[in-house]
């Protein structure tokens, strides 16, 4: 089992549409949570961090249940801009390496 | 500020040669950690450094793979010999002590092995 898996995609949603990505992450002793977000051959960009509580960023909400080990992104009214792939990261251990899911690719078309 | 920076930017190299990849951090990040990704894969771990000292290389594939960060600034990963299974995306980060689970990576190098 992967330690961190994500919805495969590709998902394609026209402008303003709501989009909701899913992950469940293995190691239950996983630390701190993020979103990333990496465009076409770019590096990868962190989105935002992910508290228990769950949080927001204007157009961007994220939940994390630690019970189910599962974290969400959800993305409000989608733009162009938003086109991407959305990559689930969690750290497990005490010296912050980062464990990837492979990404969910986003297109929003006009 | 300026962000990480890597070179080259792109590498085509024969199998069994060398190659050497740069890695400068943010200035003032003491943690600089190198991922990669091969096709089709998802970015994985290759080390963690803290300063010059190696916290974690629980992640290099094998004894072909060296990194080095002398006097704790740039950090350098040497690949001797290139096998064709090396070929990937090659990304260093960086972070503050204080807020290490947030890194910041730099655009990476793209490495193909023939």
């Known amino acids: 089992r992967k330690e961190v898996e994500q919805d495969p995609g590709p998902f394609n949603v026209p402008e303003g549409a709501t989009v909701a990505f899913n992950c469940t992450y293995s190691n239950s002793a996983s630390q701190s949570f993020f979103w990333y977000r990496q465009d076409c051959r770019k590096e990868p960009k962190l989105l935002m961090s992910?508290?228990?509580s769950g949080n927001e960023d204007g157009r961007f909400t994220a939940q994390l249940n630690r019970a189910s080990q599962y974290i969400s992104l959800l993305i409000r009214d989608s733009k162009l801009s938003d086109s991407a792939t959305y990559l689930c990261v969690v750290n497990s251990g005490s010296n912050y390496k980062l464990t990837f899911g492979k990404g969910t690719l986003l297109t929003v078309n006009p | 500020e300026a962000g990480v920076t890597q070179f080259p930017s792109h590498s085509v190299i024969e199998k069994g040669q060398t190659v050497t990849l740069r890695c400068d951090p943010i200035?003032?990040?003491?943690?600089l950690y190198w991922y990669r990704r091969v096709m089709g894969k998802e970015i994985k771990f290759l080390l963690h450094f803290v300063k010059e000292s190696k916290q974690d290389e629980s992640g290099m594939p094998n004894n072909r793979f060296l990194a080095e960060r002398t006097g704790g600034t740039y950090s350098t990963l040497k690949v001797q010999p290139a096998e064709l299974e090396d070929s990937g995306v090659y990304f260093c980060?960086?972070?503050?002590?204080?807020?290490?689970?947030?890194?910041?990576f730099g655009p990476g190098t793209r490495l193909t092995v023939t």
């Open positions: 200035s003032g990040h003491d943690n």
């Open positions: 980060a960086s972070s503050q002590v204080a807020r290490r689970g947030e890194q910041y």
């Open positions: 992910v508290y228990s």
